[in-house]
């Protein structure tokens, strides 16, 4: 296809990366990158496949790379800038190299809780993000550790649990 | 599409027959998003490895919430089919005391006053990813019997039924069915477990407590309106969710259930999962078929309606998880029968999320129409001092005020907004006008951006509200006003066009009264 072509032409199709100025990125270990680039033969070149490409990006490599945008480009036949659009207008998808973070429930029934009691008192020892919602509502006030929800949050077991699940010398 | 005469339900009876006896006692461990955040992985784990309950020979299994999810971690003793005993907010130490309380007589059922438990009947109570056990308490007959009717037969009992949208749009079903069948093949069924509104997990806990209730809904839905494809949009959070709709999916296509004429019919269907990746814009219909379709989650222009040119430009019908399990027991156990509760001209149950400043919060099923009083009376009245305000209806649904909480609670209400089903309660410590701001920053955080009034009205809104004594001032309060009107009248899609809903109903019902706070204070 005429998309698969121009990619071709400017040396990103098919799955050889190519970094120019937009997409150049950190690079994650070269057997994270293989296996990654195995999932995404498997992949039918089909635009519907988009999004479920990206959750692979993230899920093999940590986060959703330069590289792997112009990788998915190239398998699903779509314009690199289309790629890199769609992947931007999903919050859940990570477009940098993910940093440790606390993310506290910003959600109504946690506003109502004492999220943002947790947020400040979080603060000041490592990286917090306010997000929308963790949709534990019924478990507020709620943090996210990595994958994990923890509910029923109190500033004390919040720094606890911070304090033992983020790397030493994180603070900022 | 017609069915062979009587060999459908032949097929279930043979699977059922198959399906043994059910297992006289067992534990059932409360087991999903909510529970999952208060540590039921570690009392799952310390009951399965307890030398008492191994001797015992109990089987331990992972359940759902039965929506009581302020007691979680829960445990269940089920014995010959009913709740003998359940002990609440378990750590994983008791779990030797648990095991020795097995002895003890227990026969008086644990029953859920207040309820009218329908689709949560069994969400708790049952192993979610059984599907013997899923045959065994009648799931798929009902499907089965279907197909060897014709499909109109579904549509016209949808229809008599009188059953609603559960996403809070409340659409007929049969009328969106009807529009669907109206258009010609290939149709696609689009399920919608997105759910990605803040303050709402109760697909959740369907999906997490009774899968194959879900499937079944999907399953007749897809045979009402001819759709050989279905997609099942599960929120990119609800991992737990998915990954046990998956596996039951995975289950019953094993036995001939999903996939290529089923139970022997000569009606084929294939049910594909996809995970969402947040974007509170995802709950319009159109912005989700987008994100099916590998572009921007954005709405479309309507018309042309999914049901005309939906997925991939196909006909499309596009029902709420809720609603399919719903349509499961419409069909099971008649019209008639779903009419016997709920309000007269919108008959039916509704899951409720109830969260905030509550005493008990958790999910609850209430025929429509129960007053938002009851409801939060059900889940323990307010946590702790006196209750300032609730929002019902998620971040862009209403503020209502205590004195408005005996409204039955229907959809199109003009005060309290119903929307898919929530209640926050906000106690008197809270500040509400701050509560209002970030209700209105969330709205404009989450504008897709497509239209001029959402994507920018939102945004001046919220630096509206950040004035110093925004709507003491008659001139910024004006201006407030207006811009709300705006953005509700011009906006593209339903979502921008409830954007403003918060602050207006906070607005009318809580700054102009005239004993209110200094803000309101109106000159």
């Known amino acids: 296809m005429e998309t698969d072509d121009a990619n071709r032409r400017h040396g990103r199709g098919g799955l050889g990366f190519r970094t120019n100025g937009h997409v150049v990125a950190e690079t994650p270990g070269d057997e994270r990158q293989t296996r990654f680039r195995e999932r995404l033969t498997e992949f039918p070149r089909e635009r519907g496949q988009l999004l479920p490409a990206l959750w692979a990006a993230q899920e093999t490599l940590g986060w959703v790379t330069g590289e792997a945008i112009v990788a998915i480009a190239g398998r699903l036949r779509i314009p690199v800038s289309e790629v890199d659009g769609v992947a931007s207008a999903y919050p859940d998808l990570q477009r940098a190299e993910p940093v440790p973070t606390v993310r506290v429930c910003s959600g109504p029934a946690c506003t109502c809780t004492g999220a943002e009691l947790l947020a400040t008192a979080l603060a000041r020892g490592v990286r917090i993000e306010r997000v929308p919602c963790l949709f534990a509502c019924t478990q507020a006030p709620a943090i996210e550790i990595g994958e994990h929800v923890y509910g029923r949050m109190t500033v004390g077991r919040a720094i606890r649990l911070a304090a033992s699940a983020l790397p030493e010398g994180d603070e900022r | 599409m017609t069915a062979a005469i009587g060999s459908a339900a032949a097929a279930w009876a043979a699977l059922r027959e198959a399906a043994g006896t059910p297992i006289p006692e067992r534990l059932l461990v409360s087991s999903g998003s909510c529970a999952d955040s208060a540590g039921s992985p570690a009392v799952l784990a310390a009951l399965r490895a307890d030398p008492a309950v191994r001797a015992r020979g109990i089987p331990v299994v992972a359940a759902g919430c039965d929506g009581r999810c ?9 014995r010959a089919g009913k709740t003998v005993r359940r002990w609440e907010r378990v750590a994983p130490d008791q779990a030797t005391a648990i095991a020795a309380a097995l002895d003890e007589p227990a026969d008086a059922e644990v029953t859920y006053p207040g309820q009218t438990r329908r689709l949560l009947r069994d ?11 899923a045959l065994r308490r009648g799931r798929y007959r009902a499907f089965a019997e279907a197909l ?7 549509v016209d ?31 696609y069924l689009v399920v919608n477990a997105e759910e990605g509104e803040p303050g709402v997990v109760k697909d959740r806990h369907l999906l997490e407590g009774d899968p194959h209730l879900v499937i079944e809904g999907m399953l007749i839905a897809a045979y009402a309106i001819g759709a050989e494809r279905v997609v099942v949009y599960v929120n990119g959070h609800a991992r ?3 990954e046990r709709l998956r596996r039951a999916i995975d ?3 094993e036995c001939g259930l999903v996939g290529e004429r089923i139970l022997g019919s000569s009606f084929s ?10 974007g509170y814009v995802l709950g319009e219909e159109s912005a989700l078929l987008e994100s099916l379709e590998g572009r921007r989650p954005m709405p479309r222009a309507k018309p042309p309606l999914p049901v005309k040119h939906g997925l991939f430009g196909r006909p499309t019908a596009i029902n709420n998880c809720e609603t399919l399990a719903a349509t499961a027991q419409v069909i099971e156990h008649g019209a008639e029968w779903f009419r016997e509760v709920g309000a007269e001209r919108w008959p039916g149950t509704k899951l409720v999320t109830v969260s905030g400043n509550v005493a008990r919060p958790g999910v609850v099923e209430i025929p429509l129409g129960t007053t938002a009083r009851e409801i939060i009376a059900l889940c323990g009245g307010a946590s702790d001092g006196a209750i300032q305000a609730v929002l019902t209806g998620g971040p862009s649904g209403s503020l209502v005020r205590p004195d408005q909480l005996d409204r039955p609670l229907v959809p199109r209400d003009e005060i309290v907004f119903l929307g898919s089903g929530n209640l926050t309660v906000i106690d008197e410590r809270q500040d509400l006008a701050a509560f209002v701001r970030g209700l209105a920053a969330f709205n404009a955080a989450e504008s897709c951006g497509k239209c001029t009034p959402c994507r920018e009205g939102t945004r001046v809104l919220v630096d509206l509200l950040g004035r110093m004594d925004a709507v003491a001032t008659p001139g910024t309060r004006a201006e407030i006003e207006a811009l709300c009107e705006v953005v509700a009248s011009a906006s593209l899609c339903g979502l921008g066009q409830m954007a403003p809903n918060p602050v207006r109903s906070w607005l009318t019902h809580f700054v102009a009264r005239p004993a209110a706070s200094e803000e309101g204070a109106d000159a």
Request: aromatic share 6%; glycine share 16%; net charge negative.
């Open chain 2, 269 to 278: 269907c294939e049910i594909a999962l996809t995970y969402g990746a947040g």
């Open chain 2, 123 to 133: 969400v708790g109570a049952i192993d979610p990813l059984n599907l013997d056990e």
């Open chain 2, 251 to 253: 289950d019953a296509r």
């Open chain 2, 157 to 187: 009992e949808i229809e008599r039924s009188g059953l609603t949208g559960r996403g809070g749009a409340y659409f007929p079903v049969g009328i969106k069915w009807r529009g669907c069948l109206a258009n010609d093949a290939p149709r």
């Open chain 2, 240 to 242: 737990t969710a998915g």
């Open chain 2, 70 to 78: 302020h007691a979680a971690v829960t445990v269940l003793l089920r």
């Open chain 2, 148 to 154: 060897d009717g014709e499909p109109g037969a579904v």
